[in-house]
C-alpha cells in the first residue's frame, strides 16, 4: 500500500506541475479587458446555422440577429437545415434566412455540413462577398450587440474570434446551472486572462467567427472529428495564428437539463479530446519545444486531467481489493490520499479515524461499504 501512496503522490505533484499556471490566469482574469477602441469600419459577414429538426428554436436566433444593432444590409444569415425531417428550412425562409437544404445519411454533422456549404460558397464564387463567417448552433440567441462587438475585435486585426458563451436556462435546475458556472470560468478565467496575456485562446463551440481568408486558404471546413471546434483551435494556433477573444460579443446558449443529457455529450467531448490528441499531440509537444506557450496552453487542455485520473483511478481500483484482502494497515492513509488529491476529502473521514479499529484491522469499510464508494477519486468532473 506505500507504493501506491507514492503513486497518488506522484500523480498529484503531476496535476500541480501541468495546472498550476491556470491559479495565476485566476488572477489575471479577475480584470475584465474588452476592445473599447471604435472600428475604422463596418465590414460585411455572413452569419451561417447548421440545424438539424429545429423548428422550435430556429426563428428566436434569426430574430435576435435581425435585431442587432449593426448595419442589417452588411449582414446575410445563411441556414445549412441538414437531414430536416421537419419545417426547420420553411421556418427559416419564412424569418428572413437564405436556406440550404442538405440531404446526406453518410456523411453527417455539423462539420460536414460546414464544409458542404462553403463549396458551395467557393462554387458561386461568393467567398469575397464576405469578409469573415460567424458559426452558431440554431439554438443561441444573441445580445443585441454581439456583432457590433464582434466587429471591433476583426477590425483590430484578430481573423479569428470566440466570444462570451452564457446561458439561456441557468435557473432550471443544478445541471444547467454547473454548465453556466462552467462556461463563466472558461470565458472569464480563461479566455480573457489569455487575452489579456496576448496568448491565443480557444474557440467552444458556438459563437466564433472565422476570416473568410482563412477558410480559404484551407479549402473549406476540414475539421470533422467529435470536437471539431477544439480540432480547429489545435490546428489554427499550429499555423500560427492568434485566437481572439471578445468580452463584449455574448450569446445565449441552451445548456442539457437532464443528467443523461450531460453525460452523453460530455462523453462525446472526452472521445473528441482523445481524437485532437491522436492526431495532433506530437505536434503540439514539438510546438512546446519551439516555445510556443499557447502550445502547451491547448495540450493541458485536452489530454493530461483525463489521462492522469483514468491510471489512478485503474491504479486505487486494483489496489482496494488487495488492501482488504491482505488487512493492510496502510488502507486508511491510502483513501485518505486518494481523497486529499481528488479534492473530496469527506467530513467523514474524521469519524473514521476516531473509531477504534475493527477485529480484522480495517477501519469502518465493513461495517459501512456505501460511504466508502464516494471516496473514489475522480479528477475530470468537469
Not at 282 to 307: V, W
Amino acid at each position: 500500500m506505500k507504493i501506491i501512496i507514492l503513486l497518488n503522490g506522484i500523480i498529484s505533484i503531476l496535476f500541480a506541475i501541468c495546472y498550476i499556471y491556470q491559479f495565476f490566469y485566476v488572477f489575471v482574469g479577475i480584470r475584465k479587458r474588452t476592445i473599447s477602441k471604435p472600428a475604422e469600419k463596418n465590414h460585411r459577414y455572413a452569419v451561417v446555422i447548421s440545424a438539424r429538426n429545429e423548428r422550435n428554436v430556429i426563428g428566436n436566433l434569426i430574430d435576435s440577429i435581425h435585431n442587432q444593432s449593426y448595419p442589417r444590409e452588411l449582414v446575410d444569415i445563411f441556414v445549412i437545415a441538414d437531414n430536416c425531417t421537419d419545417d426547420t428550412a420553411e421556418i427559416a425562409r419564412d424569418a428572413g434566412a437564405i436556406v440550404y437544404e442538405r440531404f446526406n445519411t453518410e456523411l453527417i454533422g455539423k462539420g460536414y455540413a460546414l464544409n458542404w456549404f462553403f463549396h458551395i460558397l467557393e462554387k458561386d464564387c461568393a467567398y469575397d462577398r464576405y469578409e469573415a463567417f460567424m458559426i452558431f448552433d440554431a439554438d443561441n440567441v444573441l445580445d443585441t450587440h454581439f456583432i457590433s462587438e464582434m466587429n471591433k475585435a476583426f477590425d483590430a486585426g484578430y481573423r479569428i474570434l470566440t466570444s462570451y458563451r452564457n446561458s439561456k436556462n441557468y435557473g432550471e435546475n443544478w445541471i444547467t446551472a454547473g454548465y453556466s458556472l462552467w462556461f463563466l470560468r472558461e470565458a472569464r478565467f480563461l479566455n480573457n486572462a489569455r487575452m489579456q496575456l496576448k496568448t491565443s485562446c480557444a474557440i467552444s463551440g458556438t459563437g466564433f467567427l472565422i476570416s473568410s481568408e482563412i477558410l480559404r486558404k484551407a479549402g473549406g471546413w476540414v475539421h470533422h472529428l467529435l470536437t471539431e471546434d477544439i480540432e480547429f483551435t489545435v490546428s489554427s494556433i499550429l499555423d500560427g495564428e492568434k485566437i481572439g477573444y471578445c468580452a463584449g460579443a455574448m450569446l445565449y446558449d441552451e445548456q442539457p437539463n437532464t443528467f443523461r443529457q450531460s453525460y452523453l455529450q460530455r462523453l462525446r467531448w472526452a472521445k473528441g479530446f482523445y481524437q485532437v490528441f491522436r492526431h495532433y499531440g506530437l505536434k503540439l509537444i514539438k510546438g512546446i519545444f519551439k516555445g510556443c506557450f499557447s502550445c502547451y496552453d491547448i495540450l493541458m487542455t485536452i489530454m493530461p486531467a483525463m489521462l492522469l485520473t483514468c491510471i489512478s483511478s485503474a491504479i486505487n481500483l486494483l489496489a482496494l481489493p488487495y488492501g482488504w484482502i491482505s488487512h493492510s494497515p496502510d488502507l486508511f492513509l491510502w483513501l485518505k490520499s486518494c481523497c486529499k488529491r481528488s479534492g473530496a476529502f469527506m467530513p467523514c473521514f474524521s469519524s473514521w479515524a476516531q473509531r477504534p479499529p475493527l477485529p480484522n484491522g480495517n477501519r469502518f469499510i465493513a461495517a459501512y461499504p456505501k460511504k466508502f464508494c464516494t471516496c473514489l477519486p475522480f479528477h475530470s468532473l468537469c
